[in-house]
C-alpha cells in the first residue's frame, strides 16, 4: 500500500459513516447488545469488536490499522503516552531472571523503567555503546531475552545497525524492540529490516500538532493480540478515542511534516557547521559524524531533532544564547509544527534522573517555519554569546 492511500483511505468505511469524509469519533465507554447470547459472544471477541472502549474502540481501531500499514507491520496497539508503550512491549517479553542488553544512553523514561523498576522485579540489564555490532554480541548471557534499540538514540544520535543487530538476535532467539520515534515510519521502517516490535512516542510526528500525549506499538498479530490481553488491558494504559481522533487528524500530513522538518533541518545543520561558536553538532547527516554512512544505508533522511555544543565554559552564555532565541520557543518535547530549543543544563533542576550531558549542549527541533529565518535567528543568538 503506498503511504497516500495509508494516511487517507485505509480503515475508513465512509459508506458505513453516511459518507463522512472525516470519521466519527466514537466517545463511548460503554457498548450494549440486544440479547444475553448476543452478549456472549461478543465478549468472547472482546479485542476484536466493541464492547468495552479500554480493550475496542472504533475510532481507535481506525489508528491502529494505519498505524501498523505504515510500520509495514501486521498490527498495532496505541496507548496513552510513549512511556506506557515501552514499558509494555518490553513487559510483555521479559519475567524475572530474565536479562536486557539495551543500548546505552536511551530515552530517559525508557532507561528509568529498566534501572529503577524492572530491577526490582528480578530483571537485568546491559547497557551497551550500539555503535559496534559486537559490543552486543559480548553483552548477551544465557538468559538474555531482549535486545531494546533506539536508532538513533536520544541526544546524540548515535545509530546501531539494525539489520546486523537483528539478525544476531535471530540467531540467538532473542526478540528486538527498536524506538522509532526519531523517524517516525516515514523515513525508518525496523521490522522491514528484521525487528521484532517497533514503539512510538506518539506525541511527536504521529501526532504532530502538540496536542496529545500517546504511544505506539507495532508487531506481530500474534504478538499485539497476546499483549493486548495481559500488559494492554491489565495495565489499562489505553489511548481516548478523542486523542485517537486527533492522532488521525496529524496523520493526514505526517510525511509532508516530516520530509519539510527533515529538509529545513538538514539546512540548519550545515549552517551550524559553519558557526565558530559552535564546537559540535550532531544529526544524523552532519558532515562529520562518522555514521553518515550508515545513515544513509538505513534512513531515508534526517529527522528534525539536532544537538550543539556550544563552544564556552560558561553556562551564562548557554543561557543567553537560549534565551536569545526568538522563533525557537523553550520546550521539553518535539515532533509539532513549532521549532523548540532545550538547554540540556535546565536538567540540572530535575529530581527525576540525573543528567550527566555537558551543560553546553543545546537540542533543537525543527519545525515547520521558514529555514532562512530560523537560521536568521540561530544567527543573532549566537552573536550575543
Known sequence: ????????????????????????????????????????????????????????????????????????????????????????????????????????????????????????????????????????EKAIEANTKLIYLESPNSVTYELQDIVAITNLAKRKNIVTIVDNSYNSPINQQPIMTGANMVVHSGTKYINGHSDVIAGVVCSSKERIMKMMAEEYMTLGGCVSPQDAALILRGLRTLELRVNKSAETALKVCRFLETQPKVKIVYYPFATANPQIELAKKQMKQGGGLLTIVLNTDDVKQVETFCDGLKRFLMATSWGGYESLVFPLCALAASKSFENPLPFNMVRLYIGLEDADLLIEDLKQALAMM
Not at 24 to 29: D, G, L, T
Not at 72 to 87: P, T
Request: net charge neutral; charged share 20%; glycine share 6%.
Open 1 to 136: 500500500m503506498d503511504i497516500s492511500y495509508i494516511l487517507n483511505h485505509l480503515g475508513e468505511d465512509r459508506e458505513e459513516y453516511y459518507g463522512a469524509v472525516s470519521p466519527p469519533v466514537f466517545q463511548a465507554s460503554n457498548f450494549c447488545f440486544k440479547t444475553v447470547s448476543e452478549m456472549r459472544e461478543k465478549l468472547t471477541r472482546e479485542m476484536e469488536i466493541p464492547f468495552y472502549t479500554r480493550g475496542y474502540n472504533p475510532t481507535v481501531a481506525i489508528v491502529r490499522k494505519k498505524l501498523a500499514a505504515l510500520e509495514a507491520a501486521e498490527d498495532a496497539l496505541v496507548f496513552a503516552s510513549g512511556s506506557a508503550a515501552v514499558a509494555a512491549a518490553i513487559m510483555s517479553v521479559v519475567k524475572a531472571g530474565d536479562h536486557i542488553v539495551c543500548v546505552q544512553k536511551p530515552y530517559s523514561w525508557t532507561n528509568a523503567l529498566m534501572t529503577k523498576y524492572l530491577v526490582k522485579y528480578g530483571v537485568t540489564v546491559t547497557f551497551v555503546d550500539g555503535r559496534e555490532v559486537s559490543n552486543f
